[in-house]
């Protein structure tokens, strides 16, 4: 293989028109010998801006030096000294706007490929049987955890290798949060990766219960006034769909992403021998750009649809990853962007038959600094489509705060806490992750999560 250079070494993928018809993993990989190349790229900084644009500050100079000189086993440890979920992170963290983004061989070629470098160490881990760093010895303080996603996985590893007995509640009937339920199995394994990292952080001494509604089957109050938890800590994600509001939203055929995945992902309902039905249309429609758009078309399509994206913006202003677009063009999805949905039409079974819309061009920016769409008159057109799939963002169930004495919620229904240390209104009690900002990404919530085992060591030893 070539000397490092300018350009990162290449990384096998399935072709598209095989892998649009698999639910199997798009990206193969690095082997060995390429990620020794690929790492030999980087250039060890002295002042690594990469770490600066990390949310987990890993030392990724340390793990990528020591895997070029190819002593996995240390290269692992430093690795999971910030991460407790490595495998995951080098598969769906958006590196190209974050510590990749700031890699200085990208000034004059391409960044080094951190994220997956990050994969390849983790999967070389997890076939090897490699062990994360013991936890401390335990100090007898007792932390509950809500959620088992990436905010409260990162926040319960975190504290059990200070030493806390930490228990994880999870609503779910299988720990990993949207790990499990929303990212799509051909971007992030369920039965390798996500059940693998997940035993890690069990590995540490954390306890996870499923099937426990914080809210109904016990409350924050009762886990720390009857339980002898002393603090507690929110990652419970962001689960509530938002919707368009547009005529015929009620339609038979018209899902939210969030119910769609969670039948595909965590129901597994892409396999022949699954007992839970998945409606295959003909035709689908989804609404939106972001990551979870994607996902939802890409399944889609993977289930035997024509699927098309709208979107109501231009391809610069698309949220979603660069790769995940790219990826979805080359399987085949169509995409109409500058449009924008304003009906559901139906049958008189009311069934979806088609999806009216109107053009868009973009105006002045708003607050988010996008330009703004603005509708063109007279330009409203129809598509026909089968079922529509609205991926459009999601926001806190309300019940955990509508159940917690003095936990106080912003005009979005967003737990309030504070972003160093997920301090809230309510003594002893943390939040993080989409719970406090809304929906976002796994990396951010795993920030958000470590900021929160900070905070509430903190508050423990001075308590």
């Excluded at 504290?159 to 007995?165: I, P, Q």
């Excluded at 009762?222 to 994600?237: H, K, Y």
């Excluded at 391809?315 to 949905?341: D, M, Q, S, Y």
């Amino acid at each position: 293989m070539a000397a490092p250079g300018f350009e990162r070494v290449p990384i096998a993928e399935q072709e598209p028109a095989v892998r649009a018809k698999n639910f199997d993993e798009v990206c193969l990989g690095y082997t060995e010998e390429e990620a020794v190349v690929e790492a030999a790229r980087c250039l060890n900084c002295k002042n690594p801006r990469c770490v600066q644009g990390c949310p987990v500050q890993i030392n990724i100079p340390g793990f990528i030096t020591a895997l070029k000189e190819q002593k996995f086993q240390e290269s692992y440890e430093i690795l999971t000294q910030s991460s407790s979920l490595p495998a995951v992170c080098g598969r769906v963290c958006p590196q190209e706007t974050q510590c990749e983004a700031q890699c200085i061989r990208g000034i004059k070629g391409d960044a080094v490929s951190i994220g997956k470098l990050e994969r390849f160490i983790a999967d070389k881990a997890r076939v090897e049987g490699m062990k994360m760093q013991s936890a401390a010895t335990k100090n007898g303080h007792k932390v509950a955890v809500i959620g088992s996603g990436p905010a409260g996985l990162t926040c319960a590893g975190d504290l059990a290798k200070l030493g806390y007995e930490v228990t994880i509640f999870e609503a779910l009937h299988e720990a990993g949060g949207v790990l499990t339920y929303g990212i799509p199995e051909f971007r992030l394994p369920k039965d390798t990766v996500v059940k693998s990292e997940v035993e890690n952080v069990k590995a540490l001494g954390v306890k996870i219960e499923t099937n426990v509604v914080i809210g109904k089957s016990i409350t924050i109050d009762e886990l720390m006034s009857e339980e002898g938890f002393e603090a507690v800590f929110i990652g419970s994600g962001a689960g509530l769909p938002m919707f368009m509001k547009i005529p015929g939203e009620n339609a038979k055929g018209v899902f939210s992403a969030n119910e769609y995945l969670t039948r595909n992902n965590l129901m597994k309902a892409f396999r022949d021998d699954s007992d839970t039905p998945i409606f295959k249309p003909a035709k689908v429609a989804v609404i939106g750009g972001g990551n979870v758009a994607m996902d939802a078309a890409r399944t889609a399509l993977r289930l035997g649809s024509e699927v098309t994206i709208i979107y109501r913006r231009s391809e610069a202003e698309l949220p979603a990853r660069v790769e995940e677009v790219h990826h979805a063009k080359e399987e085949g999805i169509k995409f109409e962007l500058l449009t924008n949905p304003v009906e559901i039409l139906t049958t008189e079974d009311n069934s979806v038959r088609a999806i009216k819309c109107i053009r868009m061009e973009l105006g002045e920016p708003d607050a988010s600094g996008r330009r703004r769409p603005v509708a063109i008159e007279g330009s409203e057109f129809e598509i026909p489509m089968d079922a529509v799939i609205m991926a459009l963002g999601t926001s806190p169930n309300p019940l955990i705060a509508s159940t917690t004495e003095g936990l106080e919620t912003n005009k979005w229904k967003c737990i309030v806490a504070d972003e160093a240390n997920g301090k809230t209104t309510k003594e002893g009690v943390y939040a993080g992750g989409d719970a406090v900002t809304g929906a976002a990404t796994v990396i951010l919530a795993m920030g958000a999560g470590k900021a929160a085992a900070q905070g509430i060591d903190e508050y423990l030893k001075n308590k």
